[in-house]
């Protein structure tokens, strides 16, 4: 019990803060971390090509949704060239103890545009004012392709090819969790002594297989780190790099 008041409290020091993407996680990868029952979350983000939105809610202690519209732009100024929108969700199926991690199960754009679709299982583990997300992803953020799909044992379905066109194409039901292959990703979470200041730093599998069409897209290296900052309980600020050439910002 006294463990359990400790790990779960939402002091600002250790509070979990959202991913690029308004999910919480680390910079690009997302963590087995939920927040309170009733928390909402209004954020806006960037990192090349994209600007997020989001708004996401904690609809029950294991569930979080979350509504997304991702804008692809060249500029921060100029107006979007297209739009890719989607419902990412996540929930957590084991909640942490003293000996073993919390463990999530979450897609991003379940419903939605494929663009971002992602389906994923990881896992956080605290160790003092370090908090460690590891797992595996298929689609979007799994593209690297770092071994076979395991799904693949259970029926062929699982399988098969997963395109990531940029034309206005819908996710759906059927594209859960397949793919020739999966990635892995991972990272920690440091909590510095400063009050609500964090370090966080993740390499993902995300190959960036639609973006290499845009003209002058460069693929950034699959590491990114940053600093994230929660002045109060309401706000989070978050800056860092992607890949040693790529700023990404956070708001929420």
């Known amino acids: 019990p006294e463990y359990k008041k400790i790990k779960f409290s939402a002091s600002r020091r250790t509070a979990p803060s959202?991913?690029?993407?308004?999910?919480?996680?680390?910079?690009?990868?997302?963590?087995?971390?939920?927040?309170?029952?009733?928390?909402?979350?209004?954020?806006?983000?960037?990192?090349?090509?994209?600007?997020h939105s989001f708004i996401g809610f904690q609809l029950a202690k294991p569930l979080y949704v979350s509504f997304r519209q991702t804008s692809e732009v060249s500029s921060l100024t100029a107006s979007p060239d297209a739009f890719y929108p989607g419902i990412d969700?996540?929930?957590?199926?084991?909640?942490?103890?003293?000996?073993?991690?919390?463990?999530?199960?979450?897609?991003?754009?379940?419903?939605?545009?494929?663009?971002?679709?992602?389906?994923?299982?990881?896992?956080?583990?605290?160790?003092?004012?370090?908090d460690v997300t590891g797992g595996m992803a298929w689609g979007r953020l799994g593209s690297a392709g770092h071994m076979k799909n395991?799904?693949?044992?259970?029926?062929?379905?699982?399988?098969?090819?997963r395109s990531y066109d940029s034309q206005l194409s819908s996710q759906d039901m059927n594209k859960w969790f397949t793919g020739e292959d999966v990635g892995f990703f991972g990272g920690v979470e440091y909590f510095t002594p400063i009050q609500g200041l964090s370090l966080k730093a993740d390499y993902g599998a995300?190959?960036?297989?639609?973006?290499?069409?845009?003209?002058?897209f460069d693929t950034p290296a699959p590491w990114a780190i940053s600093l994230n900052y929660t002045p109060i309980d309401q706000i989070s600020l978050s800056t860092g790099i992607m890949g040693g050439d790529k700023i990404m910002a956070r708001f929420s």
């Open 89 to 130: 969700f996540k929930l957590r199926l084991v909640e942490e103890t003293a000996t073993r991690p919390a463990i999530a199960i979450g897609m991003d754009s379940a419903f939605g545009h494929k663009r971002m679709a992602s389906e994923y299982l990881t896992f956080s583990k605290r160790f003092k004012n370090f």
């Open 150 to 161: 395991p799904l693949r044992a259970i029926a062929p379905h699982f399988g098969k090819t």
């Open 18 to 51: 959202t991913n690029i993407t308004g999910t919480l996680g680390l910079n690009i990868a997302p963590s087995a971390r939920m927040d309170e029952k009733g928390t909402v979350r209004i954020g806006v983000s960037t990192n090349d090509p994209y600007v």
């Open 206 to 216: 995300n190959d960036y297989i639609a973006e290499n069409t845009i003209s002058g």
